[in-house]
């Protein structure tokens, strides 16, 4: 009996470090972007080429594919977003493709638990189907997935593989986001200076309600604390000129100058002087 319990703990011992460990097949990776305000998830396998013709042969054309390997392919969105014009609600999705030689069909799966394309497919699980825009790209090894911002509303939706790059767009609400925060957050009642300058600083970048910003860049102004940093009155310049008053951005500029000088800052000193040339003209 003895002879039995050593034999089971050796077995046990061998298991315990005898792990094989090898570089997997394909391998895993997870990663995160914000697109405006909108947090967006990506995790999936990357398979390689490894000396394979991939489209057309190794994944057929007109067929699902998983758009990675082993388990699904998963992307969220924090926020509702906006893809081909058509609206996909925030949350998990398993990411699968119908490549073709010429275009792409990029699929929203609300079913993210199976490995690889489900047996059973429902149509009725298919939140978003996209066209995705097909180019050449350099040659890739690994199946690369990216999510990349355009601007502050919008961004694409990357799949690079072999010598093939397919690219789907979409939309974010970024400005009902922050002009919701912009709304609360001054209206708490414990804002600061540095809130009242980063309200300025989004609209006055959007390009909309000039007037509001001229008066959020005003109250930061007024609860610096001490000499206004020249950062504040640099963007207080800003708005005045997009505002039509040249004299009274050239004459805001003249101040940020001095102030970016005292503290150092040549960088914001070049900035106001040739703003200051181009408002004098």
């Known amino acids: 009996m003895k002879k039995i319990i050593l034999t089971a703990v050796f077995a046990m011992s061998l298991s315990t470090y005898a792990q094989v460990k090898v570089p997997a097949a394909s391998p895993k990776i997870e990663s995160e972007q914000v697109v405006g305000l909108t947090e967006i998830e990506l995790e999936y396998a990357r398979p390689g080429v490894k000396g394979r013709t991939v489209f057309g042969d190794m994944i057929p054309y007109g067929q699902i594919w998983r758009t990675g390997a082993n388990e699904n392919t998963k992307i969220s969105f924090s926020d509702d977003v906006i893809i081909g014009g058509n609206h996909l609600p925030k949350g998990e999705y398993a990411l699968y493709t119908i490549p073709e030689k010429d275009s792409w069909t990029v699929i929203f799966y609300s079913d993210t638990k199976s490995w690889g394309v489900p047996q059973n497919w429902d149509d009725k699980k298919i939140a978003l189907k ?5 180019s050449p790209t350099d040659f890739t090894e690994y199946l690369t997935i990216a999510v990349n911002p355009i601007d502050n509303n919008s961004g694409e939706l990357v799949i690079s593989w072999e010598k093939t790059k397919a ?3 979409f939309e974010v609400p970024t400005q009902k986001k922050a002009l919701q925060s912009i709304e609360k957050g001054l209206n708490a009642g414990t804002s600061s200076a540095r809130d009242y300058f980063l309200a300025a600083q989004y609209l006055y970048t959007e390009d909309i309600e000039l007037k509001k910003a001229m008066e959020f860049i005003e109250q930061s102004v007024k609860m610096s604390d ?3 940093p020249f950062y ?13 008053d040249k004299k009274g951005a050239i004459e805001t500029a003249q101040k940020s100058s001095e102030a970016a000088a005292k503290a150092g800052n040549k960088e914001y000193v070049r900035m ?4 200051i ?4 003209e």
């Not at 996209?130 to 097909?134: D, E, N, P």
């Not at 504040?232 to 039509?244: D, E, M, T």
């Not at 106001?272 to 703003?275: I, L, P």
């Open 226 to 228: 001490g000499e206004t």
């Open 130 to 134: 996209a066209g995705a825009k097909l």
């Open 167 to 169: 690219t789907v767009p």
């Open 277 to 280: 040339k181009e408002w004098s």
């Open 232 to 244: 504040v009155l640099r963007q207080k310049a800003l708005i005045q000129a997009k505002l039509g």
């Open 272 to 275: 106001n002087e040739q703003s």
